[in-house]
Nanobody, 119 residues
Framework: QVQLVESGGGLVQAGGSLRLSCAAS????????MGWFRQAPGKEREFVAA????????YYADSVKGRFTISRDNAKNTVYLQMNSLKPEDTAVYYC????????????WGQGTQVTVSS
């Protein structure tokens, strides 16, 4: 069973930064792509960023491109989301997820961490 545990959320002023972490259990972390998603109140969950198993490829939603950076440390079974220049519209619960065998799908999800950006 794979477990994903997010941390690093909190309250920050607009323009500030946060770094989210997602620690994964299991020995096969380095074999899978990982992603970050978010869900704001009253809205559907949306894709934020993804990273390939090696870290060599990254993908971002247009809304965060140039402000957020996804990275991973396979030795620590951890994926990160560095969030800079935060905006109030970035307020959401952020989830990490493990990529499934089918590209673009995700099969395990964390419980989420709240990010609140005040104006």
């Amino acid at each position: 069973q794979v477990q994903l545990v997010e941390s690093g959320g909190g309250l920050v002023q607009a323009g500030g930064s946060l770094r989210l972490s997602c620690a994964a259990s299991g020995r096969t972390f380095s074999s899978y792509a990982m992603g970050w998603f978010r869900q704001a109140p009253g809205k559907e969950r949306e894709f934020v960023a993804a990273i390939s198993w090696s870290g060599g490829s990254t993908y971002y939603a247009d809304s965060v491109k140039g402000r957020f950076t996804i990275s991973r440390d396979n030795a620590k079974n951890t994926v990160y989301l560095q969030m800079n220049s935060l905006k109030p519209e970035d307020t959401a619960v952020y989830y990490c997820a493990r990529g499934a065998v089918v590209a673009g799908e995700y099969d395990y999800w964390g419980q989420g961490t709240q990010v609140t950006v005040s104006s």
